[in-house]
């Protein structure tokens, strides 16, 4: 079982693009995929199907990543589909609703726009390792660091927050489990039982996470951490492919937009 | 060299002293080793040495830098690595070559010097294959050697271990003790908190603590003769010498500077071949 968009280590030429590229051209599709006609959707679909292909992530683990949204894809279509006025193409199907051929094409591209939103995501995490997102992140935002924004800490709040999450989950668990061995159940018992039960796991955690914040900020003291600029592992530095990708997504861009016109 | 010069500290200015007109110094590849009861003071002293924390009243100093020195603090804590009890929170990269890489990130170290400082670390303590893990995913041990390598990454000159072998497997605590040792083989000077003597029977020097105050410092030999003091102070003595003293005890003229099983069988098999004339 894989969590939604987890990250799948590859050699392909999308894992390498830096990421920077990716973030920018994931959130440009995404803006241009809201206002898509249908010629310049079928453009942008292609554009990613091309872009699957080249990530060699399987089409399997795309349609895995769509899956927890399932239910708000049937949502989505559902509702324009039944409540979308137009040439019927059945009258009263469903108890006086009536189903119409503009409430299909509208179902339809509402759930397309919706399942390319979250397929350009999770192509976005599937391909690139966390830490290099984050660097990503921080590349892109360091242009705000002359209004004073501190980039450089964000980027490492931000990979404290990614790094501790496991450990804070595997917390949870061991306090659940030495409230079990004192008599404490979670399974059972109505809503307020369970609501009480909650509370009883969040305070030790969240007493916990304190001291632990503590003695991480000590230790990241300790290793010489201070506020403001710093290097890392792997610099971010744009190769040719990047820039030939980079060209590559303007063009292909300003030709969809030239598309509307 | 580390020099601790008249040290106290209170946390506040009402509260009894954690630490009580400390002096010691550790010179450059010793290899001190500090044991006392809980709460005696150890952990709060070696964090005076990188910074961590400040004298109330006396002074430190690295190499000559008074760790009171705003400007100097970044170099001091360079120079002086330190290895926490819980490997757990000590960990902030999201896979261990980041974890790793931290260190040196602070220093602003260019890219290559930063993969050249982790590849070496990781190799000196044999993770070269998990540089890409995820930190949760790694055993109690190898957390341990992960921030084992995160501060041989800082290329220091003086390690501090605060109980570094805490919740590991006898195996896990074989290899951890042998990289310390090999750590100091390099010439780099070892600090070495602990409660289990058996560990410390090579180190140059051991400092015995109680109550913020250091009571006795010396060699091993000559700390852990004095095997009456330690047990008044519910401290243990290396399993050998504690032998060789019960030995003696019940009046067998046996040597009791004794500080391994090895020396210990070397000691009482002599005696069995031959028995000393009485």
């Known amino acids: ?261 | 060299m580390i020099k601790v010069e008249d040290v106290t500290f209170r946390y506040t200015r009402s509260d009894e002293p954690v630490l009580n007109r400390i002096n010691m110094t550790i010179d450059r590849g010793e290899y001190v080793g500090i044991v006392g009861p809980n709460g005696c003071g150890k952990t709060t002293l070696v964090h005076h040495l990188n910074a961590l924390l400040y004298p109330t009243g006396g002074r430190v100093s690295v190499d000559g830098m008074n760790t009171d020195d705003e400007s100097s603090v970044e170099e001091i804590r360079r120079r002086v690595g330190m290895v926490f009890q819980n490997p757990d929170n000590q960990i902030v990269g999201m896979t261990v070559e980041e974890d790793v890489a931290f260190g040196p990130g602070n220093l602003e170290l260019p890219s290559r010097e930063i993969r050249r400082r982790v590849d070496e670390s990781l190799a000196a303590v044999g993770l070269k294959n998990h540089a890409t893990r995820l930190p949760h995913t790694l055993s109690g041990g190898e957390k341990r050697l992960v921030s084992i390598a995160g501060v041989l990454a800082m290329e220091p000159q003086y390690i501090i271990f605060d109980e570094p072998t805490s919740y590991l497997d006898p195996s896990g605590r074989d290899r951890v003790l042998s990289i310390i040792r090999g750590i100091n083989e390099q010439g780099i000077a070892i600090i070495h908190i602990t409660h289990n003597m058996d560990e410390i029977v090579d180190a140059s020097t051991i400092v015995v603590m109680d109550e913020g105050r250091i009571l006795f410092t010396g060699s091993p030999k000559e700390v852990f003769g004095r095997v009456e003091r330690m047990k008044s102070l519910k401290l243990d003595i290396p399993v050998a010498t504690d032998l060789a003293w019960r030995l003696k005890q019940r009046g067998e003229d046996i040597r009791t500077d004794i500080l391994t099983i090895d020396e210990a069988c070397v000691e009482i098999l002599g005696r069995l071949k031959n028995p000393p004339v009485s």
């Open chain 1, 1 to 261: 079982m894989h969590n939604w968009g987890q990250y799948i280590p590859g050699n392909s030429i999308i894992h390498k693009l830096d990421p920077r590229i990716k973030i920018v051209s994931v959130i440009c599709l995404s803006v241009f995929v809201l206002g898509a006609d249908r010629d310049a959707g079928l453009l942008l679909s292609g554009f990613m199907i091309v872009v699957i292909v080249l990530s060699r992530v399987t089409f399997r683990r795309v349609i895995e990543s769509l899956r927890p949204f399932m239910i708000f894809f049937i949502l989505l279509f559902s509702l324009h589909f039944l409540f979308t006025d137009g040439t019927p193409i059945m009258e009263s199907a469903f108890g006086g609703l009536s189903i119409t051929y503009e409430g299909f094409y509208m179902g339809m591209y509402i759930t397309w726009q919706f399942m390319f939103l979250v397929t350009g995501a999770s192509i976005l995490t599937m391909t690139t390792a966390p830490s290099d997102l984050i660097s990503g992140i921080e590349g892109i935002l360091r242009p705000l660091r002359i209004f004073g924004i501190p980039t450089h800490d964000i980027a490492v709040m931000l990979s404290l927050a990614l790094r501790f999450v496991p450990t804070f989950l595997e917390e949870v668990d061991r306090i659940k489990k030495a409230q079990m061995a004192r008599g404490g159940t979670f399974k059972k018992g109505r809503i307020i039982k369970k609501i009480k039960n909650i509370a009883s796991l969040m305070l030790p955690l969240v007493l916990s996470s304190f001291r632990r914040a503590e003695e991480t900020a000590t230790a990241m003291e300790g290793r010489g951490y201070k506020r403001g600029p710093r290097t890392y592992l792997r610099a971010l530095r744009m190769s040719s492919a990047d820039y030939a990708a980079l060209v590559l997504m303007i063009v292909f861009m300003a030709g969809v937009q030239l598309l509307h016109f």
